[in-house]
């Protein structure tokens, strides 16, 4: 859950304490009763939500994590890539293995990534000949199979926080949203006591209304490496296609920007004497978003 959701689920339990050890107010009130039924089916379905989306961290490594986004944004580049490629050369067939979703490569379960990277290779590498040089290489090619080679040997496991799945975070989302419409309805029922009983239309309002959250706390670092001799690339500059915002890489070749949209979006790296870098990257909301890239020198 994200800091909103959090601050608002939070939110929907207090208020359902506070409905429970005052419900001697409003016993004889049938529209605030039926009311207060509707919120509490709401939070219900809500709440059955909650332990599914909820995060294990047993067995769980940080390292298997970042390397699963490694290759799931490296096989859905080279992927893309090929796709066009493929599409270009008018082999539709042969395009149509492709998998070129990030999503569905960094979603899915740990095993099934690995097949799944495997396959796609397997369709980049048959076709080589036709999509080299121009859309994937040789050395693109090498760079997937280092890449599935440093996941598979990962210990631990990546899927402790992606067990859910879109359309439960999507569900979860919903009844977040028809909690807070039971809620709004609440408070217009509760106008009643505004003036019969001030303290608890007060309490009412206040224990109905989320906190303030900062919202805007997710980030992206990018460290620019020179592909040939991994030495720091500096005055590197970023750009998301979300965002007007961009970074310049420092002595250490690092990038940082704040305050970005999260979701899938298109990184772009330009730097003097290099070749620009174009990928696709999944920014996670509430987080400190790390991504290394790798620049070939200019012809």
Do not use: W
Not at 48 to 71: D, F, G, M
């Amino acid at each position: 859950m994200n800091a909103y959701q959090i601050a608002t689920t939070t939110m929907h339990n207090g208020l359902n304490t506070f409905l429970d050890k005052n419900a001697a107010i409003y016993a004889n009130d049938n529209a605030f009763l039926k009311g207060v039924t509707t919120f509490k089916n709401k939070l219900a379905i809500q709440s059955n939500y909650r332990p599914q989306l909820a995060t294990n961290t047993e067995a769980y490594s940080h390292i298997k994590r970042e390397l699963k986004q490694v290759l799931a944004d490296s096989i859905a580049r080279f992927s893309g890539l090929g796709y066009v490629g493929l599409k270009q050369a008018a082999l539709n067939l042969e395009a149509a293995k492709l998998t070129t979703a990030f999503s569905e490569y960094y979603y899915c379960a740990d095993a099934a990534l690995e097949d799944l990277a495997q396959a796609n290779r397997e369709v980049l590498n048959n076709n080589l000949a036709v999509l080299s040089p121009d859309y994937v290489t040789a050395a693109d090619i090498a760079a997937v199979d280092a890449a599935i080679l440093q996941f598979s040997k990962a210990k631990g496991s990546s899927e402790s926080v992606y067990k859910d799945s879109p359309s439960l975070r999507s569900g979860f989302r919903g009844a977040i949203a028809e909690t807070n419409d039971a809620i709004a309805d609440l408070r217009f029922l509760g106008l009643r006591y505004k003036l019969s009983n001030e303290d608890f239309y007060n309490s009412l309002i206040h224990e109905s209304t989320v906190i303030r959250v900062n919202t805007h706390h997710t980030s992206l670092k990018v460290v620019v490496l020179n592909a040939n001799d991994g030495s720091k690339v500096m005055n590197a500059i970023a750009s998301l296609n979300k965002s007007k915002k961009t970074g310049n890489s420092d002595n250490d070749g690092l990038i940082e920007i704040d305050e970005i949209a999260n979701g899938k979006t298109i990184l772009t790296i330009k730097a003097s004497g290099y070749k620009e870098l174009v990928q696709t990257i999944y920014i996670e909301r509430g987080r400190t978003n790390q991504v290394e890239v790798k620049l070939e020198k200019a012809a």
